[in-house]
């Protein structure tokens, strides 16, 4: 074992230690046990509670908008009393599809303070994917944007759905009131008790079938995933200590810029949830525009950035970049797939003190299983670095025999940050939560040194700037066209966005459908990054094996040796 990794096994050590912030204990569900952290928060309200402390400091800076720790947590409470006068009921789903802004966080608030479940939607979806997120999680309520509202309004009378319409005051449909109208009555002071077993929020997250699934997180296990994220931070912090000393000696307090969707969990857990913890401001643009963060890196003085690689390089070749002062960027990091070498080496260039690292998770264990950080990423950048402290990591084969060091097979995560399962879904969980373990869908293998390499996703999935994009949702797309008989959505490498989306199609006899037509086709359907960049029209059949499966690695070696 190196010396790097060594020092950072210590380190986590020392801080798990009895009496300590991090102390670990056993905690038993549904008769499995799991380690986890003692001084974990139990539900998320002691979060919010907590974050009054703050009080007037800044937390959300929205363009010329700045609201402070103490004026989101009061709005948040008289919401989630309005909602309970609404007839909102423990348990109920609440659904919130919006852009990033400060309502989406004093919504989120407010429902889980009510008992409620939060359903946080991918914004960047059609009318039919919002719709269907709607209908499977049986939201009875939701909050729109007006981009959301105008895609929704004419379902919103057959889904049977109320709606809170977030910064549109006008020409309304009907059942539904503006945020301000439902903010302007006055509300008595409801106490809901919300315990640690309690359903928290639903995110979505899409499998192997092409639907989207509702991964439901509860109170208790949204408090040890927020244990991760500050120990994560700690023990970055730890593996840096040039750059903290450079942080203690600034006189301006730090700040977070979120430029990850508000329904991911890398934005809501490891920004919003952070930010409650530690007293962050958090600085939030209603879409990404390069020129406009920099403008707000240097007014705001933003330390931590996160976002695709294509984002980070918005910002390092912008034109403009040398005008601005972005002395205060200590963390900026690619995420959403594994960070390009010559990312890493232009962050360090344009920034020689910043944090390096990166980690491993996904929506079934709220985003937190491994941690790689310091001289011991920079040594094996080609892993995803230790486990939590709280988790376990396996490798198995295809019956689910574990398989010794070095062996490559799927990757498994047991640990207290794991969903309860999939809304609505016990069958989809039951094959995918065995036994206490998340059987994840990806591939890789431990190391002898104790650290944990992906290699491949088992699962049809290509990420594209940090978005999941599930290949057999997009074909089940582009195969209900009249002209389409069989194709093939498959991933192609790219450097700024990670992959890009490719297929490979064969057409019915006698039929004509050009490139942009299925383009035009896919986007009436589906999210606009879920449209393919590259279209392939062949004449012969798809390759195909003995049980006539489609052959995609074999799809996509062949578009790659064209390319070449």
């Known amino acids: 074992m190196s010396q790097s990794i060594a020092a950072l096994k210590a380190v986590v050590s020392g801080l798990t230690q009895p009496g300590g912030q991090f102390e ?12 986890s952290y003692k001084n974990a928060p139990a539900t998320l309200t002691e979060i919010y509670q907590a974050s009054t402390a703050f009080g007037d400091a800044p937390f959300l800076v929205y363009e010329d908008e700045t609201y402070s720790f103490k004026e989101v947590f009061e709005l948040s409470q008289k919401l989630s009393a309005r909602l309970v006068q609404q007839g909102v009921k423990k348990g109920d789903r609440v659904a919130i599809a919006m852009r990033n802004c400060p309502e989406w966080v004093v919504a989120f608030m407010a ?10 939607l991918n914004s960047w979806g059609e009318a ?20 959301r509202l105008e895609l929704l309004s004419d379902k919103l009378s057959d889904l049977g759905i109320k709606a809170v319409a977030v910064r549109v005051e006008n020409d309304l449909p009907a059942n539904t009131l503006s945020w301000s109208q439902l903010l302007a009555s006055p509300a008595a002071e409801q106490t809901v008790d919300i315990s640690a077993d ?6 979505y997250t899409s499998g192997t079938t092409g639907r989207p699934k509702g991964a439901l997180t509860s109170h208790w296990t949204a408090g040890q995933a927020v244990m991760c994220g500050s120990m994560a931070g700690m023990v970055v912090a730890s593996q840096h200590p040039k750059t903290i000393e450079k942080l203690m000696a600034r006189a301006k307090p730090t700040a977070i810029m979120l430029s990850l969707p508000l329904f991911h969990g890398s934005g809501l857990m490891t920004v919003i949830f952070s930010a409650l913890r530690n007293g962050t401001k958090v600085v939030m643009q209603p879409k990404w525009d390069p020129t406009e963060a920099l403008k707000l890196i240097e007014r705001e003085g933003v330390g931590t950035l996160s976002g695709a690689a294509k984002m980070i390089w918005d910002l390092l070749e912008h034109p403009d970049f040398d005008q601005y002062d972005t002395s205060s960027i200590f963390n900026m990091t690619g995420v959403g797939a594994a960070q390009p070498e010559t990312l890493v080496k232009d962050i360090l260039t344009a920034f020689p ?4 690292g990166t980690g491993y998770g996904m929506t079934e264990c709220n985003m937190f299983a491994t941690l790689n950080t310091g001289p011991t990423y920079l040594e094996n950048k080609d892993s995803v670095g230790l486990p939590y402290p709280v988790t376990e990591i396996k490798i198995v084969d295809e019956q689910g025999k574990e398989l010794p060091i070095g062996e490559v097979g799927e990757i498994c995560i047991k640990g207290p940050t794991l969903v309860d399962g999939y809304w609505g879904k016990p069958e989809a969980t039951a094959e995918t939560i065995i036994d206490g373990w998340l059987h994840g869908g990806d591939i890789g293998y431990l190391g002898e040194n104790g650290l944990v390499y992906v290699c491949d996703r088992k699962k049809d999935v290509v990420i594209r700037g940090g978005e999941n994009i599930y290949c057999v949702e997009v074909e089940s797309v582009i195969n209900a066209h009249t002209c389409v008989d069989e194709c093939a959505v498959f991933g192609v490498p790219h450097e700024r966005w990670g992959e890009e989306l490719a297929v490979t199609l064969r057409l019915k006899q006698d039929s004509d459908l050009s490139e942009d037509t299925l383009k035009e086709h896919v986007s009436r359907h589906l999210a606009r990054f879920k449209v393919p960049t590259y279209v392939k029209i062949i004449s012969e059949p798809l390759p195909r094996n003995a049980m006539q499966k489609v052959l995609k690695h074999e799809v996509r070696r062949q578009y790659l040796e064209k390319l070449a």
């Open 198 to 203: 309690d359903s928290a929020f639903i995110m």
């Open 128 to 147: 039919d994917e919002l719709a269907y997120g709607l209908t499977d999680s049986g939201a009875s309520l939701a909050f729109l944007d007006g981009r």
């Open 24 to 35: 670990m204990g056993d905690t038993q569900i549904n008769g499995i046990q799991y380690k």
């Open 353 to 356: 003190d910043n944090f390096t």
């Open 111 to 120: 429902v889980t303070s009510a008992g409620a479940i939060a359903v946080a």
